[in-house]
Structures are given as C-alpha cells and as structure tokens.
C-alpha cells in the first residue's frame, strides 16, 4: 500500500514506544494502520485512513505522540493530518450539501418517542462488547450518538458480515440518541421497509405522509442498505430523503453487509453519498472477544457455565456472533431439558453434532509434538519423568490441548503422557486455564498452538 512506502524509521521508532505505553487494542485500533514521515523542519505528516483516526489520535493520543517526539526522535514537531481516504474522492459532488451550521427543520418538532418502537431493547451499548474486531465502529457510533448531525461522520456507513453487531451497533445509536436528547427524532428502519413503506404510500396516495415519515426526523438509521436495490422509484425516493436530511444537518446511519463501492444495482450517485462521512467495519470478533460475549450473555441470564465449556464455544464458533449466542443458548435449553448440568464432555457432543465438519480428528500424539515444538522440547520429554518447569509447563498444555481438542477420556490422556494418573491431567487442566485467565500473552501462545493443530 501508499502509506507503507511513507512510513520512516522516525514513525516506527515512535510507534514502538507508544506501543508499550497504552493499551494493546488502542493501538492496534488507532495507530498501527498510520504511517508518517517528517514533512519538514517544523511539521511531522501522519497518514491516517480516514478523517475520524485523525480526529481520534489528535483527540486521544496527541500527547503521547508529542512524548515520543521528544523522547525518540529528541525534538518537538506539529503534527499535520493526511486522510487517505479513497472512498472520499467525490466528496467535491457535495458542494451544493456541504454542511454549514444546521439550518432550521422545515417541521416543528414532535416528541421521539413514537418514532422508535421497532428499536430492541436487548440492543444497547451496554451490552456491547468491544474488542480489536470493532472498536472503531463502536467509537464512531458513540460519536455519532453523542452529537447526531454536527461531526463529520455524516453518514456513518457500517458494514460487516452477517451477524457481526450491525444492527444490534445501529439501534445502539438509536436509544442513545433518544435517552440523551429527548427532543431529537429517531426513525430506525431497514432498507426494505423503506421500500414497503413507499410503495404503500404511492398506492394509497399518501407520499407527502411518507416523506414527513423519513425527513422529518433528527436521526434516520437504515439497516442493511444493500437491499435498496431495483426499484429506481425508491432509490431516487431514498436519494432526495438522504440529500434533505444531509443538508438540514441530520444524521443518517446506515449498514450493510459490503462496503459501498462494492453493492451492486445501486446507482452511483448514492454509492458516492455513503462514502461522504465515516465508513467504518466490523470484522469477525477474536477468541478473546468471543469469550467476552459468551460470558456477558450469560452474566445477563444469570446462568453460569464452566470456564472449559465457555471456552468449547468460542473456539468452535468463530465468524458469527449469533451464531456463537445461538450455540450457547442451544446448550442451555439442552441442559434445562435434560435436567442436567453442561459440563465439557457434553458440550463437545452437542457441539460435535452441531458441527460435524469443523474439527479435524486430533490425536494426543500429534497435539504432544506440536506442544513440543513451540516449546522448543524434544516430543519425548512429554512422557518423562524429567521435570524442569519449563517441561513441566509444555507437558501440562499438551495434557490441557489433548483435553479440550480431542474425545480422549483423562485416563487415556493420563496414559499417553508416560502412564501418568487421571488426577495429573485435571490438575495440569486446571493450572493452564487459570494461567491463560490472567496472563493475555501465554492464552494468545496457546490459541496459537490450537489455531495450528486445528487449521
Ligand atoms: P448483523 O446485523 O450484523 O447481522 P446483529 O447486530 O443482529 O448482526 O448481531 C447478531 C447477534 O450478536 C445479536 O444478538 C447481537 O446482540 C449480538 N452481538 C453482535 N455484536 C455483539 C457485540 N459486540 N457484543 C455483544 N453482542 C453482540
Ligand atoms: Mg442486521
């Protein structure tokens, strides 16, 4: 890419200091993805991807960023922005919109309540979990939600695939919209019911109800724009409501499952309009996030479940956040029939069933070599006698892997690892879930060595 070959020696060196100095997920959220050079004597250029990762780092992490001038690079520099944005490039169409103070609504205002009843409840911040796989969307959607149609992000336009929190980020907005300003109108609608709703109103002869209906509102959230596409009528009616709402300075937010540029059958004068602001996505959650969602789901049921199975869930499912709910809600009822608990072996069975195709067999034996070779040990140390920590610690994340990745019972496990006893393999079970519980570095080491002997 153009901003790699920009990117200086001076940019890095200052990188890395910032790096250990925040948090691992802010970083690689808002500033792994720049790249900078010094411009001249006095300015220091920061190539970022778009306008609303330069309002943040100016906003959040400026002071930092002028620190590691001077402590790396031994002087000060002003920082000048470059948004390399290419989705923007036919912003200049705009002119005629471009955004000055709010001018007046053309309608008095109502209450927003009536405007919002589809918005779930079950769909608010609070419950949204935030990790490396979102967190620029949920930071934009926070933006807009504090301050509907006066930042840049106008629309907001949030893709990703199919389960990954678009709807469940776009009603987010919605509520808090409506709880933070009780004056401001929210109308959530998905893009087919914008269709349905015009189509009723031009076959009753009721437009002008329509139009009052998307226009006369603070906030219009459009789910699943992708969908706007055929019927020329509608999109020239989503058009003229997105060019009205834009110029009096409302905000729009929209989702789909693609970037813009990339839904088909929409005319490009509205593929242009939803790169005008923010386009930001959301990418399938990491193992850490999955297990944050699994364990808030349940927090909020008040069920509790054993960490091992918690864990079985978020490494089976892995690119659909209702799926991974699906899946958890599916061993729940199972257990609540059956009158029973869940405990690992049974959610590998019902797992097992639920996904028959997504683990390859696994044997002890190919999980101790593996083990071994991550460890740097010879795989015959897994069934020695011998024990340094530094074995005993690999020998206990085979034991550990043998049990969470194969059917095999402790005992057999107990026996492929030098005829050691059942209460061994539980025990070395036990010390590599709570290590990986409080140590980030060692569980990613293991997600590492799963994600290979599974992949
Ligand atoms: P999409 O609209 O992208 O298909 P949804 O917003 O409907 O996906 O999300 C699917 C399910 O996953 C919903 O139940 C939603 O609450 C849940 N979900 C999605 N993202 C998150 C998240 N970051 N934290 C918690 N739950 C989430
Ligand atoms: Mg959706």
């Known amino acids: 890419m153009q901003t790699e070959q920009v990117n200086s020696k001076q940019w890095k060196d200052c990188l890395k200091y910032m790096s250990v100095r925040m948090k691992e ?13 010094p411009a001249d004597d006095n300015e220091f250029l920061l190539r970022v991807p778009n306008q609303f990762v330069a309002d943040w780092i100016n906003g959040h992490f400026g002071d930092l960023i002028n620190e590691a001038f001077r402590e790396v690079l031994g002087r000060d520099y002003a920082i000048r922005y470059e948004v390399n944005d290419n989705g923007n490039e036919d912003r200049q169409v705009s002119i005629n919109f471009e955004k000055q103070e709010p001018a007046h609504s ?3 205002k109502k209450t927003n309540t009536e405007g919002t009843p589809s918005l779930s409840q079950r769909y608010r911040f609070n419950s949204f ?11 934009a959607s926070l933006a807009v939600a504090d301050a509907p149609g006066i930042t840049r992000y106008n629309p907001l336009f949030i893709y990703g695939g199919t389960g990954l ?28 019911k914008f269709t349905s709703d015009f189509i009723t109103s031009i076959s009753e002869g009721a437009v002008s109800r329509f139009t009052r209906m998307y226009r006369d509102v603070d906030a219009l959230l459009i789910d699943d724009i992708q969908f706007l596409t055929g019927k020329e009528s509608t999109q020239e009616q989503f058009f003229h409501t997105f060019n ?14 693609r970037p813009p540029r990339e839904i ?3 005319e490009e004068r509205l593929l242009s309009r939803f790169s005008w602001g923010l386009v930001t996505d959301l990418q399938a959650p990491d193992l850490e996030s999955r297990m944050a969602i699994l364990y808030k789901k349940l927090t909020s049921e008040g069920i509790s479940l054993p960490d091992d199975v918690v864990r079985l869930v978020a490494d089976t499912v892995t690119t659909n956040i209702r799926e991974l709910e699906g899946t958890l809600i599916r061993l729940l009822a199972y257990a609540s029939l059956k009158k029973t608990t869940v405990d690992l ?22 999980i101790q070599k593996m083990t071994a070779e991550y460890f740097d040990i010879d795989p015959t140390m897994m069934k020695a006698k011998k024990k340094t920590s530094h074995i005993a610690l690999a020998r206990q994340v085979a034991m550990y892997l043998s049990r969470s990745l ?26 590599i879930s709570k290590k990986m519980a409080v140590e980030p570095a060692f569980r990613e080491r293991i997600d590492q060595i799963s994600a290979s002997l599974l992949y």
Request: hydrophobic share 35%.
């Open 25 to 37: 997920q802010s970083f690689n959220t808002w500033l792994k993805q720049t790249s900078g050079t």
């Open 106 to 108: 053309p309608a008095p």
């Open 129 to 139: 979990v935030v990790g490396d796989f979102n967190q620029m969307a949920h930071a």
């Open 165 to 192: 929190g678009k709807t469940h980020l776009l009603q987010a907005i919605g509520h808090r919209i409506v709880e933070q300003f009780p004056n401001k109108r929210v109308f959530y609608a998905t893009s087919e």
């Open 244 to 257: 009205s709402l834009y110029h009096y300075g409302k905000q729009i937010v929209l989702t789909s499952d």
């Open 264 to 266: 088909k059958d929409l």
């Open 345 to 366: 072996s049974l959610a590998r069975k019902l797992l097992s069933d639920a996904f028959p195709k997504q683990k390859k067999q696994l044997t002890i034996s190919s």
């Open 406 to 431: 194969t059917n095999s019972s402790l005992k057999v496990i107990g026996g492929e690892f030098g005829g050691r006893d059942h209460t061994t393999v539980i025990h070395a079970c036990d010390i």
